[in-house]
């Protein structure tokens, strides 16, 4: 079983900045990517950001230039950098983890995982 567990949300004025992490544990052998998503009252879930074991990166156009995904692969933890936040980035945001688990002492299968979420709320 893997445990995804998200920190670093809570409430930022316009124009601030949050560090969210996700820090992911158990029986993993690998981790193919890491994913950001979030979801605003009364709308559907959106990627938000996403980055390979290669490091290769995709925003949604809504924040490009605004937020940084990274990840250390020594520590299987993902993070997303949020810069110039804006009243409309607010939402529950939630980590996502496309995972090869071990079995066996030997990789085993592929699964995807969610963190619980995590608010963030930009407001004066």
């Known amino acids: 079983q893997v445990q995804l567990v998200e920190s670093g949300g809570g409430l930022v004025q316009p124009g601030g900045s949050l560090r969210l992490s996700c820090a992911a544990s158990?029986?993993?052998?690998?981790?193919?990517?890491f994913g950001w998503y979030r979801q605003a009252p009364g709308k559907q879930r959106e990627l938000v950001a996403r980055?390979?074991?290669?490091?290769?990166?995709k925003y949604a156009d809504s924040v490009k230039g605004r937020f940084t995904i990274s990840r250390d692969n020594a520590k299987n933890t993902g993070y997303l950098q949020m810069n110039s936040l804006k009243p409309e980035d607010t939402a529950v945001y939630y980590c996502?983890?496309?995972?090869?688990?071990?079995?066996?002492?030997?990789?085993?299968?592929?699964?995807?995982?969610w963190g619980q979420g995590t608010q963030v709320t930009v407001s004066s």
């Open positions: 996502n983890a496309d995972v090869i688990t071990v079995v066996a002492g030997a990789p085993g299968y592929q699964y995807d995982y």
């Open positions: 158990g029986s993993i052998f690998a981790i193919n990517a």
């Open positions: 980055i390979t074991s290669g490091g290769s990166t």
